[in-house]
């Protein structure tokens, strides 16, 4: 079946440092790709998306590409915040099943 | 912007108790689904709903969970005897379309206490 790993928290970090999140799935075929954002307290807020092998996502400063050779989507960030804390979750979506599937989440803590 | 909402935020029941968790999905949307987060876990999926009906379901989703869309706007999740394992944070989310690229709006989620 499909699954997605990432990698586990969490992940300190001083501000304006670089960010890297690994995600990699399992699935067949050409699931469409998700990271959510999880800030304290809240819900699921969509972060970024891509539909198809290379393309590149991107919001808030936040990337990350299809790579359909490493089947990963890894989500980088060039500068973070202190608002940047938060929890990671990285999803795939296919429509047979019509359902996301989330890896297990990355807490990051920036601290000024 | 349109959003989800779901209430209560929070509630407390006994185990035994039937809960009915609610969500306003947003209204030109055409899938509605529940997940839960059990705390420090994982999201994991429980149910989708289209047309009204199941379309999907989870192992988690046995028949002590069901799901209706009593009118127009609501979408709720019942549970009918709530078991200390239940206690998680549930999440509503709605969707316009299905297929490529699906894009799925997610409520503030209602913590679900058993005790």
Known sequence: GNSVTQMEGPVTLSEEAFLTINCTYTATGYPSLFWYVQYPGEGLQLLLKATKADDKG??????????????????????VQVSDSAVYFCALFKAAGNKLTFGGGTRVLVKP | EPEVTQTPSHQVTQMGQEVILRCVPISNHLYFYWYRQILGQKVEFLVSFYN???????????DQFSVERPDGSNFTLKIRS????????????????????????FGPGTRLTVL
């Open chain 1, 58 to 79: 991107s919001n808030k400063g936040f990337e990350a590409t299809y790579r359909k050779e490493t089947t990963s989507f890894h989500l980088e960030k060039g500068s």
């Open chain 2, 52 to 62: 009204n009906e199941i379309s999907e379901k989870s192992e988690i989703f046995d």
């Open chain 2, 82 to 105: 709530t078991k200390l394992e239940d206690s998680a944070m549930y999440f509503c989310a709605s969707s316009a379309t299905s297929g490529n690229p699906h894009e799925q709006f």
